[in-house]
């Protein structure tokens, strides 16, 4: 709801599921399956640790840190944040392919300002 004295269009209307899904599909298809990137100093201390330590190579460490910052972002809501900002649903709903409206049935009933008696009639 725009607040007095702001355009509507300062209160855009969030994307929704299909954009989401669209995006996703989008950037995967995008994405190189091989990535070069360069290390400042302190990341390449960092991996030569790991790799070191672990007795790994240094694509699968990076592979686990990335798993790790994903599962990170999941676990503490920070997803879930960014999507909701955005898209306007959440990492669950993505995965479900519907809304928490769409799961509970939310607009499937009657609504109050309808008047309809028959509403509990069996």
Do not use: C, K, W
């Amino acid at each position: 709801m725009p607040e007095r004295g702001l355009p509507a269009a300062a209160f855009p209307t969030p994307m929704g599921l299909d954009d989401l899904t669209d995006d996703i599909e989008a950037a995967y298809t995008d994405l190189p399956t091989e990535v070069a990137l360069e290390l400042d100093e302190d990341s390449r201390r960092e991996l030569t640790m790991l790799t070191t330590a672990l007795d790994d190579d240094p694509e699968d460490v990076l592979e686990r840190a990335l798993h790790l910052f994903f599962q990170t972002t999941v676990d503490t809501g920070q997803l879930d944040f960014h999507l909701r900002s955005t898209y306007d649903v959440t990492y669950d709903e993505y995965l479900s392919g519907m809304t928490y409206d769409e799961m509970t049935g939310a607009g499937a009933f009657p609504q109050a300002q309808q008047n309809d008696d028959r509403r509990y009639q069996f």
